[in-house]
């Protein structure tokens, strides 16, 4: 087909766009689980609230994306860049799931599950609430993205 754009996973551009957000948004999680680590055996505090804050920048910017126009061009690069990569980079399901089995290697079970669903069901809510705003800014102010 002329003229249709590459997939994604096929724009040498749009990869090293994700590449470097994802490498900001790691950094960005590295720093702030070293300068701010839960006690073993406790409620992992940091990576919970880097990933609520994460969900509900991510629930705001596909939002704001969405309704600001067709995915290509600035837009597909913003979502790439600063949604997959640095959002994705920041929030990770990987460091959540290493903090499931280190609660229950100390036996602490019971908390790892609330842990579990605590984190899901908050993360979901932060999305949609990220959303919901970004819903309420254009349809009482008129307000656009671009």
């Known amino acids: 087909m002329r003229g249709a754009a590459k997939p994604a996973h096929r724009d040498p551009v749009l990869l090293g766009v994700v590449f470097l957000g994802g490498a900001v948004g790691?950094?960005?999680?590295a720093w702030l689980s070293t300068a701010y680590p839960s006690p073993v055996g406790s409620f992992p505090v940091t990576t919970w609230l880097i990933n609520m804050s994460g969900a509900a920048a991510l629930g705001v910017l596909l939002q704001w994306l969405a309704r600001s126009g067709p995915d290509q061009g600035r837009r597909r690069m913003v979502r790439l860049g600063g949604g997959t990569g640095?959002?994705?980079?920041?929030?990770?399901y990987s460091t959540f799931v290493v903090?499931?089995?280190?609660?229950?290697a100390t036996g602490r079970w019971q908390l790892a599950m609330i842990y579990d669903v605590v984190s899901v069901a908050t993360g979901v809510a932060a999305a949609a609430v990220g959303m919901w705003?970004?819903?309420?800014?254009?349809?009482r102010y008129?307000?656009?993205a671009s």
């Open 26 to 29: 790691t950094a960005g999680r």
């Open 99 to 104: 903090e499931t089995i280190s609660l229950g």
């Open 86 to 92: 640095v959002l994705g980079g920041l929030t990770t």
């Open 133 to 139: 705003c970004v819903d309420r800014l254009y349809d």
């Open 142 to 144: 008129g307000v656009r």
